[in-house]
């Protein structure tokens, strides 16, 4: 697989995600709110909340400096799944890696696209509720399952060297 049809499957693994992410955002924004909750069993509900933090509702008091730190984050992340397009790295663990940082992004959305009380200062839109855990997103499975993939891959030892013994230069890695 070339480097360009690499990194467009990359891209398309992000825009899915976090088109993904706004369609369930958007519905839980116009069907749950006004309290409407939705009770699915063994503790799990579908309710409306707005975060201000990130995991676990932890930083919501930092307000913008939290926010350009996750952009910092993202912005890594992006560059780690640049390079190992280039590097012509396993394509499955990249794969993961870019629907974690489609959730990223989600998240990241709607902290700029929601802020009311100045720039930087918008909530996430949670609403999947498991009361013996946390209220999340579809971004949160992403961004969460997408890293966890990874780091699964990484301790197999699946994803130390370039696919197919390739180092992208035509020459074979050895070793």
Same mark, same amino acid.
Request: hydrophobic share 55%; glycine share 12%.
């Given at each position: ?6 990194? *467009?499957?990359?891209?398309?693994? +992000?825009?899915?995600?976090? @088109?993904?992410?706004?369609? /369930?955002? =958007?519905?839980?924004?116009? #069907? ?11 503790? +799990?509900?579908?309710? %409306?909340?707005?975060?201000?933090? +990130?995991?676990?509702? %932890? ?17 890594? &992340? ?14 499955? =663990? @990249?794969?993961?890696? =870019?629907?974690? &940082? ?9 902290? @700029? /696209?929601?802020?009311? @009380? ?11 509720? +498991? ?16 890293? *966890?993939?990874?780091?699964? *891959? #990484? ?5 130390? =060297?370039?696919?197919?013994?390739? /180092? ?8």
């Amino acid at each position: 697989m070339s480097r360009f049809t690499r990194l *467009l499957a990359a891209a398309a693994a +992000v825009v899915a995600a976090f @088109t993904v992410d706004q369609l /369930t955002k =958007a519905w839980a924004l116009s #069907y749950l709110d006004g309290g409407r909750d939705i009770d699915l069993g063994l503790g +799990v509900s579908l309710r %409306l909340v707005f975060n201000p933090g +990130v995991a676990f509702g %932890l930083g919501g008091d930092v307000g913008a400096p939290l926010v350009v730190g996750v952009m910092v984050l993202v912005a890594a &992340l992006l560059t780690w799944i640049v390079i190992r397009v280039l590097r012509r790295q396993s394509m499955g =663990a @990249t794969a993961l890696l =870019a629907a974690a &940082l489609g959730g990223a992004i989600g998240n990241l959305w709607d902290r @700029t /696209t929601r802020a009311e @009380t100045g720039p930087l200062s918008g909530e996430v839109v949670d609403f999947i509720a +498991v009361d013996w855990f946390a209220i999340f997103n579809v971004a949160d499975i992403f961004t969460t399952l997408g890293l *966890l993939g990874w780091a699964a *891959l #990484y301790l197999l030892r699946r994803d130390h =060297a370039p696919i197919s013994g390739s /180092t992208g230069d035509g020459s074979q890695h050895r070793g």
